[in-house]
């Protein structure tokens, strides 16, 4: 869409005013927005900073106290999401919603079904589907199924799901957060066609350079108020992280080694099986058992994985998130059954149960702080006994310690930076970094033997990714050994002493990461390069 052209049109959506409060907390206070017709218009702060709240009162998931919303110019009011749609609004969340056992067609229409004499009509939609594809540059194949596709094709499911439901004003809610370069080059161009078609994208990310990269005008929020619109053209990414955090852009870069020869976790052939767990008979060997399961056709979701990682040393794992880095983690963590060995400082713990190696040492930052690490009902200080309740300070003979664990909690608060009122304040009220601070505050308590960090920095500020890379690299220095799995590969490369990359559940490449790049980095996790040891 032409300047000359974006002049005559009205803006897309026009914020003025909106007021959002909570008990005790001010969510958003006169934030004032003006989204232009036909451009991406990215929104950045800190967590805890209004975006989120800001995206659902548009979205009609919250309503403001005080203010006015304008779509197209004209004043609207939503109650619910549904209000939205009707306007021509979609929102792609974070966290896909997607059911994996229905094939794209079916997670497209789903709730916007076209029928024809009551029963669904397939036709139809394939047609539809196809159309909008074409058009945008969206290309699916509607009959896979959406567990079979990667994290870039989901993506543009959950595109196609909005526009299908008529959106002409799309949210993007971190849409990069779990893209390799590749598959961010990709995004981008797709929003490109997107804009060129008269759509509007509003573009929520923490990721700087790649908000410059895409953004025609950037918003910047700051403790729940807009503190400056600026062009992308006129200011830098350490600028931008300046406005919204007061503080220079962070770099992960770890200089100094503290590798050490002694090896805290070994893991030897270690295969994790598709379809069910097959017991090994007794006395077999794992490599042979494998190799036995190859040549049946089992489909194996780990295959054969073996490495070491020693007291001060980071091993980074890089990867398209589905091809093996969860099975992998729960393998160790003893979540999931699996053929082979893991060694805990020595000491062989392959049938351990979880809690067992949790005891033993083993610090878990999971890849979904939602699901896999906190009660969100629960207060902080319940959260910071989750999995440490058989120990101290949460344990006192058979009893919680409530005392010492609230304590604690005020630690943790303290040290880490959690903003929050109380240790009784339930973990939903916070924001996704100080939940993040909280659980690697967890995590790291009761001096951990090792540590696995998935993704720990995934969708959480520059102020609260640096405090999080901070304490890491003083572990490190401390002698903690980490398995850190991350899709930021400038993290990948900037903390990791040695990195490891896995494709289709085998690790294809040990490489040197003073001596790789990201977009090289990003070839060997699609496969584009050949495995090879560069190590």
């Known amino acids: 869409m032409s300047a000359d052209t974006l002049a005559t049109v009205k803006p897309a959506v026009e914020l003025e005013g909106i007021t959002k409060r909570f008990p005790g907390v001010v969510a958003n206070h006169d934030i004032r927005i003006t989204v232009q017709t036909g451009t991406v218009h990215a929104i950045v702060g800190e967590n805890g900073a209004g975006k989120s709240t800001l995206m659902k009162i548009l979205y009609g998931m919250q309503q403001p106290d005080e203010g006015t919303i304008r779509v197209n110019g004209t004043e609207v009011s939503f109650r619910t999401p549904s209000d939205a749609i009707r306007v021509g609004i979609g929102m792609v969340h974070q966290h896909f919603m997607l059911a994996d056992n229905f094939t794209v067609l079916e997670n497209i229409v789903l709730g916007a079904e076209p029928t024809k004499l009551g029963s669904l009509d397939v036709t139809a939609a394939r047609r539809r589907i196809t159309e909008l594809a074409e058009t945008h540059g969206l290309r699916v194949d509607p009959d896979r199924l959406v567990e079979d596709l990667g994290v870039g094709d989901r993506q543009r499911v959950e595109i196609l799901k909005v526009l299908y439901r008529g959106a002409r004003i799309l949210i993007l809610d971190e849409p990069t957060a779990v893209l390799v370069p590749q598959e961010v080059e990709e995004l ?233 009122p109380s240790v009784e304040t339930l973990a939903l009220a916070l924001s996704g970094g100080n939940q993040q601070k909280l659980i690697v505050g967890r995590e790291m308590s009761g001096e951990p033997a090792f540590l696995i960090a998935a993704h720990p920095t995934r969708g959480v500020d520059v102020g609260a990714q640096a405090a999080i890379w901070d304490h890491l690299r003083a572990a490190r220095a401390a002698g903690l050994a980490v398995l850190l799995i991350s899709a930021d590969l400038d993290e990948l490369i900037g903390l990791s002493d040695s990195l490891q990359v896995i494709y289709r559940g085998r690790l294809v490449a040990a490489l040197d990461p003073s001596d790789i790049t990201p977009e090289r980095l990003g070839g060997y996790m699609t496969g584009a390069i050949a495995g090879t040891e560069e190590s």
């Open 188 to 420: 981008f161009q797709n929003l490109r066609e997107l804009k060129a078609e008269g759509l509007t994208v509003i573009f929520i990310s923490h990721k700087l350079d790649e908000v410059l990269d895409i953004a025609n005008a950037i918003t910047v929020i700051r403790r729940g108020t807009t503190v400056a619109s600026v062009d992308p053209g006129e200011v830098t990414a350490r600028q931008l992280a300046e406005l919204m955090v007061g503080s220079e852009l962070p770099t992960p870069e770890t200089r100094e080694s503290t590798v050490t020869d002694v090896v805290a976790l070994k893991v030897s052939d270690l295969t994790v099986e598709a379809d069910g767990h097959t017991p090994a008979p007794k006395g077999t060997q794992t490599a042979s058992f494998v190799a036995k399961l190859r040549e049946e056709g089992r489909r194996l979701l780990l295959d054969d994985v073996s490495f070491e990682i020693h007291k001060g040393e980071i091993l980074g794992i890089a990867g398209v998130e589905g091809n093996g880095q969860s099975e992998l983690i729960e393998a160790i963590m003893g979540i999931r059954p699996a053929h082979g060995r893991v060694e805990l400082a020595g000491r062989d713990i392959t049938t351990w149960s979880t809690l067992k190696r949790r005891e033993a040492g083993i610090g878990y930052i999971p890849e979904d702080r939602h699901r896999q690490g906190l009660l969100l009902e629960a207060s902080l200080w319940e959260n910071r006994v989750l999995g440490h309740q058989t120990r101290k300070p949460a344990r006192k003979g058979i009893w919680i310690n409530r005392r010492a664990s609230k304590a604690d909690t005020g630690r943790i608060v303290k040290d880490y930076d959690v903003r929050t």
